[in-house]
Every structure is written in C-alpha cells, then in structure tokens.
C-alpha cells in the first residue's frame, strides 16, 4: 500500500511542478510579447518622426536656399514646400498635444524646445530680413535633428548591428505575410 501512496505523491508533485512551470513560461511569453510590441510601436513613432523631421530639413533648407539666391522657385513650388513645413510643424504639435507616451521624455522636451525656437522664428518674420529666420529655422532644426538622432537609438536601447538585424527580420517577417496573403 506504500507503493501507491508514493507513486500518487509522485505523480501529483509531478502535475504541479508541470502546472507551475507552464504558468510561469506563459507569463514569460506574454511578457516577451507586450515588451517586443511595446518596442515595436516605440521604434514606430521614432520612426515617423524621423521621417517628418527628414523632410522638415528637406523643406526648410530648400526654402532658404531660394532665400539667399542660391535656389530659384517657381510659386507653385515655393507655396508646396511652405505648406510641407507647416504641415509636417503641426505634425510634431500633435506629438507634444499626445505628451511623453510612447516617446521619452527627452524627446518630448527637445520637441517642445523646436516648436517653440520654430514659432518664435515665425513670429520675428515681420521684424527681420527673411533670409535670417529662415536660416535660424534650419540650425534649429540641424541641431535638433541630431540630437533626436542618438536620443532616439538610447531609448530603443539601438547599437548599429542590432537594428540591422532587427531590420532584417522584420522586412522577412512583412515578406513572409504578404505571401500569405497572396
């Protein structure tokens, strides 16, 4: 009869370590998964404000070249660059209007600080040769460019090889769908 008792207890501390074991590996997996998606939208916003920061440089730069003569734009094409940049100007509005969510704090100020050096520029408009404000606009936007540069790789936790490689996998996994989906 002692025989059984020992393989009941057995198999009974064997249900509960597997019991255990499965749980804790199931909560590790979740975790894994909401901290890779939480990257994920991170890596995300950085992203789209690269690329809204990109072509701000892009706009403002062409804007004063035309400016100080280096550059001659027809109307149609000076009023388009114009309307980028202050449509790509509200876009970081809208990231300070949504506060430090998902980007750092770091960030966040730094935004702040450009809209605010960008709207004052704006404001000395009237009061300036235009030239000077639009040239303030582009050392404003250089500087911040950079340092949103090395604070963005800080808060994705980013060294070069390991967003190359994050890179990869994430185009093969996209190839990977699409081909589902076809």
Sequence with gaps: MIDWWIVLISALSSLITAVVVAIITVRLSVRQFYSQR?????SEAYSDISKDLSRLFFCIGELYAEAV???KLNKHRYETLNNEFLRRL??????????????SEEVYKEIE???ERL??????????PFWDYLG?????IKKFKDTFNKLAKADLNVNEIRYQVR???????????TKKGV
Excluded: C, T
């Excluded at 939480?38 to 991170?42: L, N, P, R, V």
């Excluded at 709207?119 to 300036?128: A, I």
């Excluded at 303030?136 to 404003?140: G, K, N, S």
């Design 113 to 115: 600080v450009l809209i």
């Design 69 to 71: 003569g280096e550059k």
């Design 167 to 177: 890179k990869i996998f994430s185009k093969l996994r996209f190839k990977k769908s």
């Design 119 to 128: 709207s004052n520029n704006r404001y000395m408009q009237d009061k300036e």
């Design 90 to 103: 509200e876009s970081f509005k809208m990231i300070v209007a949504g506060g430090a969510f998902i980007v």
């Design 38 to 42: 939480w990257w994920e939208k991170k």
């Design 136 to 140: 303030r606009d582009y050392e404003a």
